[in-house]
């Protein structure tokens, strides 16, 4: 259908690291602009965090007693301004949030396809959960969900941060370095 070098090139050109790399610094420049624009509250957290220590009530504790002025995801997408550096950001946020899952789902599937490595689909089911996040979130924020008056701002950590970084950091580790350890002990 289409014969000319452009296309010959996109057949046979190797995106999907490429791809998965663009997709994750789209995210984390979101996800970091978002943390920036919440540094007081998340540095007043994690000095609560340091106090509690190891002690798990007293973690418990602080993670579920308020938000510490940290605004919800909802609340900072729907907040930024357009053509601001705010809404660049909330856009980098929104866009590494979708074009992540989609990204990841068909690297994965067009690698399984090939022989030598099945990854995972937990990879994607890791790097979904922000937007789950913004989706709950959303609701939440607009008053669909009338029985949750706001998201906690653990599930938040969780759904931005913990569980799309370490889903990144697997996919990359299994990608880079397992491979490498493998030749050492071989």
Known sequence: MFDNALANW???????????FLSIALYVG???YYGYANRSGLST???ELRTAGTDVEALRAVLSSGRYGVTSGWEYVNSVTVGGVGGAAGGLFVAGAALMPIVFLV?????????GWDPSYLYVLGVVT???GL???????TGAVASISA???AVELLCYGVV???AIAGLLGRGFVWPRLKAIRS
Request: glycine residues 16%.
């Open 164 to 166: 799309p970084g370490l």
């Open 45 to 47: 957290l994690a000095g």
């Open 151 to 153: 998201v906690p701002l």
């Open 10 to 20: 996109f057949k046979t050109a190797s995106l999907g690291w490429p791809l998965i």
């Open 135 to 141: 989706g709950v979130s959303a609701a939440v924020g």
């Open 30 to 32: 979101g996800v970091g």
């Open 107 to 115: 690297v994965i599937r067009k690698t399984r396809q090939y022989y």
């Open 130 to 132: 922000p937007v789950i």
